[in-house]
């Protein structure tokens, strides 16, 4: 499973952290993401890491602002958010994917809210 922790109410311009653990399955043989769904909307992908290069791939809207990382001897992986916008408000998800056999396992969603 992922469990995850971190969101809250945050200005904007400012920074947070979420995190997600996982357990019971060997987490460093998945790729990790992070998804995201506003009120209304579809849940959408924000950021990812490839497993071997570590090279990240992410929505245009948080380039430059969203860092993704993991920690595999700590089977917790990162989602650092700085100049943080309204517009970031929404539900985080984060997601592992087995490299080779697709299966999954999802976090149960934290709430980050943007506002002053």
């Known amino acids: 499973q992922l469990v995850q922790s971190g969101g809250g109410l945050v200005q904007p311009g400012g920074s947070l952290r979420l995190s997600c653990l996982a357990s019971?399955?060997?987490?460093?043989?998945?790729?990790v993401s992070w998804f995201r769904q506003a009120p209304g909307m579809e849940r959408e992908f924000v950021i990812g890491?490839?497993?071997?290069?570590?090279?990240?791939h992410y929505t245009d809207s948080v380039s430059g602002r969203f860092t993704i990382s993991r920690d595999d001897a700590k089977t917790t992986a990162y989602l650092d958010m700085n100049s943080v916008k309204p517009e970031d408000t929404a539900v985080y998800y984060c997601?592992?994917?087995?490299?080779?056999?697709?299966?999954?396992?999802w976090g149960q969603g934290t709430q980050v809210t943007v506002s002053s």
């Open positions: 997601q592992a994917r087995h490299l080779i056999d697709g299966a999954q396992y």
């Open positions: 890491m490839d497993l071997s290069t570590r090279n990240t």
């Open positions: 019971g399955f060997t987490f460093s043989s998945y790729v």
